[in-house]
């Protein structure tokens, strides 16, 4: 089964590879006010169904794939 | 108004950083077998309308978001 996971810098959490994109953008002429960089995480697992696959993902983040503290994370469980 | 750029590498192209994921999930206990890892990046920018945004995205992802021989890109224009 496919999942996608992405990650993001939370909310008010410094994000300073974002901030030199913005400050990039904006050299090369862009009207860019703000930039956040995060990943994305595309997996290939083994699932009988995907809620499975789901929780499956969900501990993959908890203990890899982001940091909690300051990273929010979204799982796409892709069942067809 | 907002964008978001997801970049991909592109199939077949090697992806180290996917490579180290899929082996540390799998030293975890999770059944994974590919891992690919990419970017996803939120923009705020200024723009008519959302086709114009996209049109500005393009270009940004040409001159400084994506490697076009080795990465894909996706682009999002939330016109809301």
Excluded: W, Y
């Excluded at 953008?25 to 697992?45: P, W």
């Amino acid at each position: 089964m496919k999942a996608t996971v992405v990650v993001r810098p939370k909310q008010g959490i410094l994000d300073p590879q974002g901030d030199a994109v913005q400050r990039s953008l904006a050299k090369l002429g862009f009207d860019v006010s703000t930039a956040r960089v995060g990943r994305v995480i595309d997996l290939d697992l083994a699932a009988d169904d995907a809620d499975d696959a789901r929780s499956a993902v969900e501990k993959m983040c908890a203990n890899l794939l982001a940091n909690p503290l300051i990273e929010s994370f979204e799982i796409h469980v892709d069942d067809s």
